[in-house]
């Protein structure tokens, strides 16, 4: 039996294993001709240290955010999917990736970079996609190639071997 998948969620932080994830989640949804949620989530802890907290700086981010998001619905519908839309979430991510999104959006597929942070954020806060993994309940796909199946990272030059959104 061939697996259908009818909504399918993809994790962008802006790293390079996040961009793999999200092209290979495009050919995904538009093989199973399947809605594509793109969500990125602003982590609000990272602003609860701040002792001059202004909101200036959240709307900022968010703008940012925002302007990425547009970036990748638009290179999704140039890719020849239609159905794509995205979400900009506060909180901690692996909440929300992991089991609050998926709930509320009928998520049947998650996909999503196999890391996102650097090393020390890892040890620190730990691995969302680790997270994910482990509590989600739809499936979850952890993409560690881009679309020629090479692996996320040139091991020799320690770079990405894919372009971003705006580097075709």
């Known amino acids: 039996m061939l697996q259908q998948y009818s909504n399918i969620l993809v994790a962008v932080d802006g790293s390079y ?15 199973n001709g399947a809605h594509l949620f793109l969500i990125h ?5 990272a602003f609860q240290n701040v002792s001059s ?11 940012t955010s925002k302007s990425t998001m547009e970036e990748y619905v638009k290179t999704a519908k140039d890719s020849g999917l239609d159905d794509v839309s995205y979400s900009i979430e506060y909180g901690a991510p692996k909440t929300i990736i992991g089991r609050d999104f998926p709930k509320e959006h009928n998520i049947d597929l998650i996909m999503i970079g ?23 309940t739809c499936d979850v796909l952890v993409v560690r190639s881009d679309l020629d199946n090479k692996p996320a990272l040139d091991v020799v030059n320690k770079r990405s071997t894919i372009k971003g959104p705006k580097e075709k």
């Open 41 to 45: 989530v602003i982590d609000t802890r």
């Open 53 to 63: 907290f202004d909101s200036a700086m959240v709307d900022q981010v968010t703008e």
């Open 17 to 31: 294993e996040a961009e793999l994830a999200f092209r290979k989640a495009v050919e995904v949804a538009k093989r």
């Open 114 to 136: 196999a890391t996102g942070l650097n090393a020390v954020e890892r040890l620190l806060i730990g691995s969302v996609t680790e997270f994910v993994t482990r509590s989600s």
